[in-house]
């Protein structure tokens, strides 16, 4: 039995418009040689190729049929024949503008449901909005807010979609964003580094007023200080976590003193830069790159980011044969946060380094310099930079004991005084993260300037847009596609979407047999 191909267009109309529109196109590129410019003939070319596209894509429906078979309906298990319904209308947005698609429906009263044998032929979405106008809307979307994200498909393709849509599509696809990640392979052995680090930070987000109450929604981790413009209260914190290889490579103190005090000559900064450039153009990697970075965010807290962060190291080092190192900025609640996820995974042995940010303590180190001498001494500068040395050769108790004898023996205002306090406080309580001369022979990193690069381009550039409110589930859906973005896995991300898709709508259970023709 021949399948019919009745639809709702005419295939030899629409064929002979196709090549219609076809040959105008040729006739009007011959025709505007030596009389337009370029620019205007491109133009041209495009808007008629959107036409094309267009009709194109009618065409294939048409031929493509409606599923139904004359006298061989499907069937289900028990050879109980579908009942044939007649013909139903979908609705389907593509690039080239909306078509509707006439598919033949079956009833199947077993299960009360309906089966369009055509939707399973096409792998027709479960909405009107094509995979391909969902990959390049949520793409963009990613970038730049939902109503910017839509005004490109109006300026290109004549497409007048509302903000809505790629809001939705985002919270839809998100949800299988962490499936996807237990699923992908890791990153190929001979691009990886022999360490792996990690490290996690927190970056607020501005939450509508209607989640900014009761306790599940409070600020974690409240700032003594606020940022100039930052208000207390209106922001819930996104933990961003970062996870990458490096090779090792040792440095001395005198290399991190002048990084830290800007003494490099400018001859060194043009090698610095050359060097940078070959890496970045893979010839030659530098050493304590960061290597096949893996960023991932949410709004759930702590914990919540710890799990993803451990999940990432198993599955990336599953012999546990790469030493960890850890990289935090003194937050000891993300300390003890670390603690809790390592132990719950027996990853506490595999620690070779827990590492504390040195900008941080540099800043300490300059606060310290200002209360004792001032902030335009040249002794404080002399101050800071001898003391910079003596922590990066590990001699942070003997600061600590001198900061003590300082706040006893010399006549300084309480203000000061407090200053100091502060200072000596910070390194009592992170002198176990502070043994510099140690990282600095083994050749590790130590700073943070990963995951605070990362907090600023996922977090940041994204969800704290003027204006811009977010609902928790809403930015949790953002931060998981937006991750997937920055980890460049967009389009392997986007076809195993797809692929899910079509198994989830069109499972086995779906599916249903024809009788075979006589």
């Not at 529109?21 to 808007?47: G, T």
């Not at 290399?255 to 000559?265: G, N, P, Q, R, T």
């Not at 990697?285 to 710890?306: C, E, F, S, V």
């Not at 040195?358 to 002399?382: D, F, M, P, Q, S």
Request: with cysteine.
């Amino acid at each position: 039995m021949q399948k019919k191909t009745a639809t709702l267009y005419d295939v030899e109309n629409l064929n002979s418009h196709l090549h219609k529109k076809l040959n105008q196109l040729i006739s009007y590129v011959k025709q505007a040689v030596n009389k337009e410019e370029i620019h205007d003939v491109e133009k041209e070319i495009f808007r008629r190729t959107l036409q094309i596209g267009y009709l194109a894509l009618k065409m294939f429906v048409a031929e493509s049929g409606t599923g139904y078979e004359e006298g061989n309906p499907p069937v289900i298990d028990k050879d109980q024949s579908l009942r044939y319904k007649g013909k139903f209308e979908s609705h389907y947005i593509s690039i080239f503008g909306e078509l509707i698609i006439n598919r033949a429906g079956y009833h199947d009263e077993s299960h009360n449901r309906y089966y369009y044998p055509l939707d399973m032929q096409l792998n027709l979405p479960d909405d009107k909005y094509s995979y391909l106008l969902t990959d390049l809307s949520l793409s963009r979307a990613t970038e730049t807010d939902y109503r910017e994200s839509t005004e490109i498909f109006e300026e290109l393709f004549g497409l007048n979609l509302t903000q809505s849509v790629p809001q939705r599509q985002c919270e839809k696809v998100s949800q299988h964003v962490d499936e996807f990640y237990e699923q992908l392979a890791p990153p190929s052995a001979d691009t990886e580094g022999s360490h792996l680090a990690i490290s996690c930070d927190g970056k607020g987000v501005r939450l509508v007023k209607s989640e900014r109450e009761g306790d599940d929604y409070k600020v974690e981790t409240p700032k003594a200080r606020l940022a100039k413009g930052e208000k207390r209260g209106k922001k819930k914190e996104a933990i961003v976590s970062a996870a990458y290889t490096f090779n090792p490579g040792a440095r001395t103190a005198e290399d991190i003193v002048k990084a830290l005090l800007h003494e490099y000559s400018s001859e060194e900064l043009k090698q610095t830069r050359a060097e940078r450039r070959k890496s970045s153009q893979g010839i030659t990697p530098l050493p304590r790159m960061a290597l096949n970075k893996h960023l991932r965010a949410t709004m759930y807290g702590k914990d919540r980011a710890m799990d993803l962060l451990m999940k990432h190291v198993s599955k990336r080092d599953p012999q546990g044969s790469k030493p960890l190192i850890i990289l935090l900025d003194g937050d000891p609640a993300l300390e003890g946060a670390f603690n809790r996820a390592l132990k719950e995974y027996d990853f506490e042995n595999r620690v070779d380094a827990t590492i504390l940010d040195i900008i941080h303590v540099c800043e300490y180190v300059w606060e310290a310099g200002t209360a004792i001498y001032g902030e335009k001494g040249n002794e404080r500068l002399i101050w800071v930079r001898s003391k910079l040395f003596e922590i990066l050769e590990g001699k942070v108790g003997y600061i600590i004991g001198g900061l003590k004898q300082i706040i006893q023996k010399r006549s300084l205002s309480k203000s000061k005084k407090k200053t100091l306090q502060k200072v000596i406080t910070y390194f009592t309580n992170h002198k176990h993260m502070m043994k510099y001369d140690d990282y600095l022979a083994k050749g590790y990193p130590i700073g943070t300037g990963v995951i605070e690069g990362a907090c600023g381009t996922l977090v940041k550039n994204r969800m704290e847009r003027s204006g811009m409110r977010w609902k928790r589930t809403g930015a949790q859906a953002m931060l998981d596609t937006r991750s997937v973005k920055k980890n460049s896995d967009w389009n392997d991300f986007i076809n195993t979407y797809i692929e899910n898709e079509k198994d989830r709508l069109y499972s086995d259970n779906y599916v249903y047999k024809r009788k075979m023709a006589a």
